[in-house]
């Protein structure tokens, strides 16, 4: 999930090199955190949510292939 994640916003953004997921494995789910540039935040997030809804759906099918549960959150 953690590649996919990192894929997926570094074709968004301006500045690639500076995108960091880290994935932080619990219990039951796995939180992966994204890192952007503060300029790219708001690509990432796009109007209204609607990039980071859909980078969530994604990561949430793939994660159910695996019978597993991933959120994602991004982080400053």
């Given at each position: 999930?953690?590649?996919?994640?990192?894929?997926i916003?570094?074709?968004?953004?301006?500045?690639?090199?500076?995108?960091?997921?880290?994935?932080?494995?619990?219990?039951?789910?796995?939180?992966?955190?994204?890192?952007?540039?503060?300029?790219?935040?708001?690509?990432?997030?796009?109007?209204?949510?609607?990039?980071?809804?859909?980078?969530?759906?994604?990561?949430?099918?793939?994660?159910?292939?695996?019978?597993?549960?991933?959120?994602?959150?991004?982080?400053?």
């Open positions: 999930m953690k590649d996919l994640v990192f894929l916003a570094k074709s968004l953004v301006d500045n690639p090199e500076q995108v960091e997921v880290r994935e932080i494995a619990g219990e039951k789910a796995t939180v992966l955190e994204l890192k952007v540039a503060d300029v790219d935040r708001g690509k990432i997030i796009g109007k209204e949510g609607r990039i980071i809804k859909a980078i969530r759906i994604i990561v949430n099918s793939a994660s159910a292939k695996l019978d597993k549960r991933s959120t994602v959150e991004v982080v400053e």
